[in-house]
Nanobody
Framework: QVQLVESGGGLVHAGGSLRLSCAAS????????MGWFRQAPGKEREFVTA????????YYADSVKGRFTISRDNAKNTVYLQMNSLKPEDTAIYYC??????????????????WGQGTQVTVSS
C-alpha cells in the first residue's frame, strides 16, 4: 500500500512558476514509476508527465514540454513537478500517481495503482 500526498499548489499569475511535491509513504518508492495528471473543470483527467523508477527516463505531454520538469528523489520518497511559464490553461487539479514497476502505457491513467488527493493550481491571466 502506498499513500501519496501532494503539496505546493496555489494561485499564480500567467508566466509564473510553481513547484509541486508528492510525498509517498512506504519503503518501496523506487519500485514505482510516478506520474502527474491534471483535471480541469468539465474536462477529463489528462496525462501531464511521468518518470521511470530510477528517474532516468521522463515523458511529457506536448502541452507542457519545455515548461514543466518532473524529477524524483528516491531517498526522500518524493516526486516533484516544476512548472514554469504557466498559462491560464494549466489551471486544474493536479494529481500524482504511482505505477508499480512502470509500463509502456505511462500516459494512461488506468495503469496507475495509487493516487493522491490532488492539489489545485490556478493560473490567472
Amino acid at each position: 500500500q502506498v499513500q501519496l500526498v501532494e503539496s505546493g499548489g496555489g494561485l499564480v499569475h500567467a508566466g509564473g512558476s510553481l513547484r509541486l511535491s508528492c510525498a509517498a509513504s512506504g519503503r518501496t518508492f523506487s519500485s514505482y514509476a510516478m506520474g502527474w495528471f491534471r483535471q480541469a473543470p468539465g474536462k477529463e483527467r489528462e496525462f501531464v508527465t511521468a518518470i521511470s523508477l530510477s528517474g532516468g527516463n521522463t515523458y511529457y505531454a506536448d502541452s507542457v514540454k519545455g515548461r514543466f520538469t518532473i524529477s524524483r528523489d528516491n531517498a526522500k520518497n518524493t516526486v516533484y513537478l516544476q512548472m514554469n511559464s504557466l498559462k491560464p490553461e494549466d489551471t486544474a487539479i493536479y494529481y500524482c500517481a504511482a505505477d508499480l514497476y512502470g509500463s509502456a502505457s505511462y500516459f494512461k491513467a488506468y495503469e496507475y495503482d495509487y493516487w493522491g488527493q490532488g492539489t489545485q493550481v490556478t493560473v490567472s491571466s
